[in-house]
């Protein structure tokens, strides 16, 4: 491993970023980053998500300087996506190398700047390792397991996680469980959140309504499971509005299914375009109950104490079941819809929050990284 410290210079850091649940994983990194004299962090966006309101909202709502690097590789298949990315970051990491390039979460830029470092010998940390949904039918699930098999560095944010690294034959000395940045997120934007006006923009009571978001590939790509989800939501909003900021994908595979004017016709369903960061939280702090296929949502309610259907069969994220406020409910119409009478039947659980999901997240990882990277220098300044 270098040392930068030792030449008097400051390591520099790549951290990656590229698609929306990636945002709120990095800011706080790149804050503690920034406070640490010894590193240097340089921030790229490989462009996966470009959509104003996939990315330039998060950056505005989280407050993040813009990126120093925009790969701007846009769209495409599994492969043409994340070709595109490894070609161009690996003109860019050729010509000026890091000491060290940092991935958060599952997307194609994760596996795809992670590939590009490992092969020319540029240590990686992952930042949320050892997920595992069990589930390789999920590009998400391949990403994981190929990030962190070559990663150096494997922050994890639940001790299920060291468990499926360990089996993986990971070494125990690079696995640290340092709890979950994206928690560091929610807690530093609660109170901001608490400002919104999002409930009177869009006409909400307090507890009077499901928040659902939905755009996996199992589920918005596959007419039948899609029309049966429609099915289900269909129900639900006889009982309380259901309010769906709409992912690009997901209106793209309404438009092709021909489900617009269904759609349409739900008076308690409203599609809005997706929600910055802040008012998404708020609406999520407010909601009676949270319907979803997201990975995050499931953590971020966990936190928050609001109920949360997660429509999949599986989730990587166990600790927000076991300890947590989600249940999995897959895409059967009839367990949506009799799940959701029961939450509304029952009052709100409280809040379950798994051990070092605390806001402290990425201070925890910027202190081993200056143990490990800034040696000569006593460890340099840690926070
Ligand atoms: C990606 C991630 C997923 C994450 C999700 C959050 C992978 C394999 N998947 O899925 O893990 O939960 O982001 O949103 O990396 N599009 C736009 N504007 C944008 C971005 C995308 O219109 O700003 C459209 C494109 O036409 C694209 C489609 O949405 O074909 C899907 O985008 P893509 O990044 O390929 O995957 P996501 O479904 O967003």
């Not at 930042?127 to 994981?144: C, H, K, Q, T």
């Not at 994206?182 to 959140?193: F, G, N, T, Y």
């Amino acid at each position: 491993m270098v040392s930068p410290g030792a030449r008097g210079r400051r390591a520099e850091i790549h951290l990656v970023a590229g698609a929306r649940p990636n945002f709120m994983k990095i800011a706080p990194l790149l804050t503690r980053l920034e406070e640490q004299p010894g590193f240097r962090p340089t921030l790229i966006h490989t462009g996966q998500h470009y959509d104003d309101t996939m990315s330039r909202a998060f950056f505005e709502d989280l407050e993040l300087r813009p990126p120093d690097v925009n790969l701007e590789v846009g769209s495409g298949s599994q492969a043409g996506q994340t070709g595109r990315i490894m070609s161009a970051y690996e003109r860019l990491v050729l010509d000026r190398p890091p000491d060290l390039v940092m991935v958060v979460g599952d997307v194609n830029s994760t596996v795809a700047c992670s590939l590009v470092a490992a092969k020319l010998h540029i240590p990686v940390a992952h930042v949320e390792a050892g997920l595992r949904s069990f589930d390789r039918s999920m590009p998400e699930e391949i990403n994981r397991i190929l990030t962190d098999a070559i990663s150096d560095f494997l922050f994890t944010t639940c001790s299920d996680a060291d468990r499926n690294l360990l089996r993986e034959g990971i070494a125990p000395e690079k696995v640290f469980f340092v709890g979950n940045v994206m928690i560091d997120s929610l807690m530093r934007v609660r109170e901001k959140a608490g400002r919104s006006d999002v409930l009177g923009r869009l006409g909400l009571e307090d507890r009077g309504f499901a928040l659902m978001t939905l755009h996996r590939p199992s589920n918005v790509d596959q007419e039948d499971t899609l029309r049966g989800i429609l099915t289900a939501v269909e129900r639900v909003q006889k009982h309380l509005p259901v309010v769906f900021p709409v992912h690009p994908r997901s209106r793209k595979m309404f438009g092709r299914f021909g489900l617009e004017d269904r759609i349409a016709g739900l008076d308690g369903l409203r599609l809005i375009d997706p929600l910055g960061y802040i008012d998404f939280v708020r609406l999520m702090d407010r909601a009676r109950l949270v319907l979803t296929d997201s990975g995050g949502i499931q953590e971020e309610t966990t936190v928050l104490g609001i109920p949360c259907l997660t429509l999949r069969q599986n989730t990587e994220r166990p600790v927000t079941v076991d300890r947590g406020t989600n249940r999995l409910v897959g895409s059967d119409p009839e367990r949506i819809v009799a799940e959701t009478e029961r939450i509304l039947k029952e009052d709100l659980p409280g809040t379950h929050r798994p051990p070092l999901w605390d806001g402290g997240a990425a201070d925890r990882i910027v202190t081993i990284l200056s143990q490990k990277m800034l040696s000569a220098s006593k460890g340099g300044s840690e926070q």
